[in-house]
């Protein structure tokens, strides 16, 4: 999604308050000049405050983005505020920390807002260019670096290539095409900064599955797509089984297709695994078709974001214990028909948007409310409907799953046959995260026990 084009020169500051208050109102400032929309400053300044006491925009990184939607003509409106030295907000110390402080205004009307604040969210993720721009040595370096940030071009320098990475490379290629495999799997977080052979294959269709993908990759070179899977561990492929399942239910690969996955160690520069997969072996007992794999209500994204907050629950848990926890997703009407609430519902109240999970602010009150005892219900559009639940299915949609997985992992695969729906499962003793659908259970993160990250 292209960012660059809400971004003005005039709307890039540095912040002279060292107040949420008065930064936003400097922000609010830049942001309605000049504009015939008619924004009330003071009345939209006070609701970001009071949006800001209920849920912080605080992402880390040194990064605040308060947003609120609000009545006018043009879609976004972004201002961006450079902070010297942290604000203050209700004592709060992570607003100490915050170097750059990003206002985004949109239209009522307009409906990508969410995947807006999504991508920017991702793009704020980058320690790199946060850092690259907070440190700009004046106004004018920031505001150019700003706009280069944005359009995806201010890229981390590409490292050159070692003679064993070439060599790996090169083989790769050979062995995908004698062993018939339909596509390579580049694992992109093995490099640290950006790597030549990160532009692909030149004779092979390639998929870069990666931690933050950016629009950039896949301009430019022989990247055919690139699939995002969040992942913190330190295992090389973690992510190959997450990544190919979301291969299958976005359509870039089928069934029956055999794949190589070339990668190392995340951030080692150093590939040093090649793997083939076919993927019928190794999924046989959860598709028969990719199809299936996807309830019909369900989105792809809303999927995709529930994954990576599995995977992020089980490798960090919560304040240095493991969490365990269950997510049903899809079909709520029947899987609400078998839902009994074990605490009073932690969203009740909260607005649509608010309680979404493509909304990026959820990651972290979903993180939250996963210690509360129970599972969480979420609509295929990604509506949390309720936390704390106890979720159970008539006793005819039981069956015995391997020994070693108790009442959660039981419950979690009976639901998904009761109901067309998919759960995904954090265990607190293992770290496993488990995918369920048809009763049938797919492990997608294998932790060995004892393991922290
Ligand atoms: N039907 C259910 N719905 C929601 N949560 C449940 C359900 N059954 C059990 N749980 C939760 O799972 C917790 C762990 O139960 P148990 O150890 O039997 O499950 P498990 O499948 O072995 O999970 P883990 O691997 O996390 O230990 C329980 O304390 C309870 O909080």
């Given at each position: 999604m292209r960012l660059d084009k809400y971004i003005a020169k005039s709307r890039i500051i540095e912040i002279e308050s060292t107040d949420l208050m008065g930064a936003l109102l400097e922000l609010m400032e830049v942001s309605t000049a000049r504009l015939q929309d008619g924004l009330n400053v003071r009345k939209i300044t006070n609701q970001l405050m009071a949006r800001e006491k209920t849920m912080t925009t605080y992402l880390g990184n040194g990064v605040a983005m308060p947003h609120i939607r609000v009545k006018m003509k043009r879609p976004y409106i972004f201002a961006i505020g450079r902070v010297k030295d942290g604000i203050e907000f209700e004592g709060l110390h992570e607003y100490n920390e915050v170097r750059l402080l990003f206002l985004l205004?949109?239209?009522?009307?307009?409906?990508?807002?969410?995947?807006?604040?999504?991508?920017?969210?991702?793009?704020?993720?980058?320690?790199?260019?946060?850092?690259?721009?907070?440190?700009?040595?004046?106004?004018?370096?920031?505001?150019?670096?700003?706009?280069?940030?944005?359009?995806?071009?201010?890229?981390?320098?590409?490292?050159?290539?070692?003679?064993?990475?070439?060599?790996?490379?090169?083989?790769?290629?050979?062995?995908?095409?004698?062993?018939?495999?339909?596509?390579?799997?580049?694992?992109?977080?093995?490099?640290?900064?950006?790597?030549?052979?990160?532009?692909?294959?030149?004779?092979?269709?390639?998929?870069?599955?990666?931690?933050?993908?950016?629009?950039?990759?896949?301009?430019?070179?022989?990247?055919?797509?690139?699939?995002?899977?969040?992942?913190?561990?330190?295992?090389?492929?973690?992510?190959?089984?997450?990544?190919?399942?979301?291969?299958?239910?976005?359509?870039?690969?089928?069934?029956?297709?055999?794949?190589?996955?070339?990668?190392?160690?995340?951030?080692?520069?150093?590939?040093?695994?090649?793997?083939?997969?076919?993927?019928?072996?190794?999924?046989?007992?959860?598709?028969?078709?990719?199809?299936?794999?996807?309830?019909?209500?369900?989105?792809?994204?809303?999927?995709?974001?529930?994954?990576?907050?599995?995977?992020?629950?089980?490798?960090?848990?919560?304040?240095?214990?493991?969490?365990?926890?269950?997510?049903?997703?899809?079909?709520?009407?029947?899987?609400?028909?078998?839902?009994?609430p074990l605490v009073l519902n932690p969203f009740y109240g909260y607005r649509m948007e608010d309680r979404n999970v493509l909304n990026p602010f959820m990651d972290e009150t979903i993180k939250e409310y996963s210690v509360i005892d129970g599972g969480f219900v979420i609509r295929g559009d990604g509506i949390i409907e309720s936390a704390g639940s106890l979720i159970h299915a008539p006793a005819e949609f039981y069956h015995n799953l391997p020994s070693g997985f108790g009442t959660r992992h039981s419950a979690a695969a009976a639901v998904t046959k009761a109901a067309d729906c998919i759960s995904l499962c954090v265990s607190a003793s293992s770290g496993q995260v488990t995918l369920f659908r048809k009763g049938v259970m797919f492990p997608l993160l294998e932790k060995p026990i004892g393991t922290s990250s």
């Open positions: 205004l949109a239209s009522e009307n307009e409906k990508n807002y969410l995947n807006v604040l999504a991508s920017l969210a991702r793009l704020f993720r980058d320690r790199d260019l946060v850092d690259n721009m907070i440190t700009a040595p004046d106004t004018k370096t920031f505001a150019e670096r700003v706009f280069l940030g944005f359009s995806g071009l201010l890229a981390k320098p590409e490292r050159r290539q070692t003679r064993f990475n070439r060599l790996l490379l090169k083989e790769s290629e050979k062995i995908a095409r004698e062993s018939k495999c339909s596509a390579i799997l580049l694992f992109s977080d093995t490099f640290a900064g950006g790597i030549e052979g990160a532009r692909g294959f030149p004779n092979f269709r390639t998929v870069l599955v990666t931690r933050a993908a950016s629009d950039r990759a896949q301009e430019s070179g022989q990247i055919e797509t690139a699939i995002e899977v969040r992942s913190f561990s330190s295992q090389r492929l973690s992510q190959a089984r997450s990544a190919i399942l979301i291969g299958l239910t976005r359509g870039i690969f089928k069934h029956n297709d055999r794949l190589l996955c070339v990668g190392g160690i995340p951030s080692s520069n150093q590939l040093d695994t090649l793997m083939v997969i076919d993927i019928e072996r190794e999924f046989q007992s959860v598709i028969d078709r990719e199809n299936d794999l996807l309830p019909p209500s369900v989105k792809i994204e809303v999927l995709e974001r529930m994954i990576g907050i599995a995977t992020e629950l089980s490798v960090e848990g919560r304040e240095g214990k493991p969490v365990g926890t269950m997510f049903v997703i899809g079909d709520t009407e029947k899987v609400n028909s078998m839902v009994k």
